[in-house]
């Protein structure tokens, strides 16, 4: 099981931008699809963004164009670029390694890091 910490959170201004790192353990790391989930208050979790080990990345609609996820193996750690933020960006993101199944990505087990807090207000 891949362990995950997630960091670089914090409170930015509408517009602003932030960067979250999440260190992996593991050396299976760098066979393995990443993701980028959040969570809103009162909202179901959801993926964001995802990167496949060999570094195509995807996006969900409601950050394509503002959000990168890259990912540095040499490192085990994987990367959110988040630019342009709006307020509706705000929740608790969480990284996790990921599983293809029917079409969509899965992550691959129940258990989840501390997450880290994005929050976007003026």
């Known amino acids: 099981q891949v362990q995950l910490v997630e960091s670089g959170g914090g409170l930015v201004q509408p517009g602003g931008s932030l960067r979250l790192s999440c260190a992996a353990s593991?050396?299976?790391?760098?066979?393995?699809?990443m993701g980028w989930y959040r969570q809103a208050p009162g909202k179901q979790r959801e993926l964001v963004a995802s990167i496949t080990s060999s570094n195509e990345p995807s996006y969900a609609d409601s950050v394509k164009g503002r959000f990168t996820i890259s990912r540095d193996n040499a490192k085990n750690t994987v990367y959110l670029q988040m630019n342009s933020l709006k307020p509706e960006d705000t929740a608790v993101y969480y990284c996790?390694?990921?599983?293809?199944?029917?079409?969509?990505?899965?992550?691959?087990?129940?258990?989840w890091g501390q997450g880290t807090q994005v929050t976007i207000s003026s």
């Open positions: 593991g050396s299976i790391f760098r066979i393995k699809p």
């Open positions: 996790h390694d990921l599983r293809y199944a029917g079409g969509r990505y899965y992550a691959t087990s129940p258990y």
